[in-house]
């Protein structure tokens, strides 16, 4: 993480002043805690708030025995009004440290996520994308009176409703799922097993703890190697371990001193992912753009080549300023392509070839050979 954290801060991407934040747990009112980092600052904000689940008495099985359910001190408001004036003041408290291109993550159940997004638009904030997270087990209605809840939703928001330069690794997400669009419906089970967090008694830590594979696609969506993730509502950690784990970077804000403890042992133990397998698909728009002289600056076609096209119909030869003839006309490679096919434009890089072993190939390979050789100087 110490490399990532400095090729940020050269890259002017990590708020010199945030470094002493970043991956450490802070204790305390998330508000206030976020009122010591420095505004515009945080790449990304994922949050999973108290639900106000509203739970009267005990909810029991159908043998009578006890669910262990949310009954904690910290899902407790005395009203409506009160949830929404403390979901107003952590949601600015967001809002004031990220970044004018960064995005926020909230995830909530029926009981409040409509409030919150309420408050989100109100605030200022962009919706994006509304995510139904799919519970491939969910928790049965034990009474029998309601549908089984087998959902919770996540809304994805930007800072502002003309924010530009989000990040969100389309190609990534369409390449996790099979080379099709990633859609808006995530099926996941709940948290169990060995990644359940258990005390000396075998009791859960935390009765709301989520999925590493959750928050793996939602850091994989928007953020990047080095990136900064706050979580306001730290709980026992589950942002902070995928963050570890993806070379990501977080802050962990969490009042309760029990979660904060299982939080730091479990993120003590957690291996980063290889810095050379962090990398993810991308598409040719989010690449650095190359001219095609720079090709020629740098040996990789030379002034006198013959280009042509795929079946070999139309030909050009490569001029000293990187223009191409193709018998009186000249121009760029996009130019000479729209004009030997007589049509209004062309993309000169898939159009154009050159020979290699025998075989025809598009200059847009050389174009991904002078941007390897670039990335690794």
């Known amino acids: 993480m110490r490399s990532l954290a400095k090729a940020k801060t050269a890259a002017g991407g990590l708020h010199p002043e945030l470094i002493p934040h970043i991956d450490k747990i802070h204790v305390g009112d998330c508000v206030a805690e ?109 009474r029998g009176k309601r549908f089984t809840n087998a959902h919770e939703t996540l809304i994805w928001a930007s800072r502002d409703a003309d924010a530009k330069g989000y990040t969100f690794n389309y190609e990534a997400m369409k390449e996790l799922n099979d080379g099709v669009q990633m859609r808006s419906d995530w099926l996941f089970p709940l948290c169990t097993g060995g990644e359940r967090l258990k005390d000396e008694a075998g009791d859960k830590v935390h009765p709301t703890q989520k999925p590493e594979s959750l928050l793996a696609r939602v850091l994989l969506a928007s953020s990047r190697p080095g990136d900064v993730v706050l979580d306001p509502f730290f709980g026992t950690g589950t942002t902070g ?35 050379a397998a962090l990398e993810m698909a991308t598409s040719k728009r989010a690449e650095p753009r190359v001219a095609f002289g ?36 000249s121009g760029s490679i996009h130019k000479t392509g729209a004009h030997v096919q007589g049509l209004e434009a062309c993309n000169g890089w898939t159009f154009w070839h050159y020979e290699q072993a025998g075989k025809k190939l598009p200059i847009d390979e050389l174009r991904s050979v002078f941007r390897a050789q670039a990335k690794a100087a």
């Open 294 to 329: 720079a090709l020629i600056e740098n040996g990789l076609v030379t002034p006198g080549m013959t280009l042509s096209d795929a079946k070999g119909r139309h030909q050009a030869t490569v001029r000293v300023d990187g223009t191409l003839d193709t018998g009186g006309f």
């Open 34 to 142: 976020m009122a010591k980092l420095p505004e515009k600052s945080v790449d990304l904000v994922f949050a999973d708030p108290p639900y106000y689940l509203q739970l009267d008495g005990a909810l029991h099985r159908p043998d009578n025995s006890r669910v262990d359910a949310v009954d904690d001190d910290w899902d407790k408001f005395s009203s409506f009004e009160h949830y929404d004036a403390f979901t107003r003041a952590w949601l600015l408290a967001c809002r004031r440290v990220l970044k004018p291109n960064g995005t926020l993550w909230v995830i909530g159940s029926y009981h409040n996520i409509f409030r919150v997004g309420a408050t989100l638009q109100d605030l200022g904030f962009w919706m994006l994308n509304d995510i139904i997270w799919r519970k491939s087990n969910p928790m049965p209605n034990f």
């Open 241 to 275: 371990a995928v963050a570890k784990k993806l070379g990501r970077h977080f802050i962990g804000l969490e009042r309760e001193h029990t979660y904060a403890d299982a939080a730091n042992a479990r993120i003590a133990a957690i291996e980063p992912v290889p810095e």
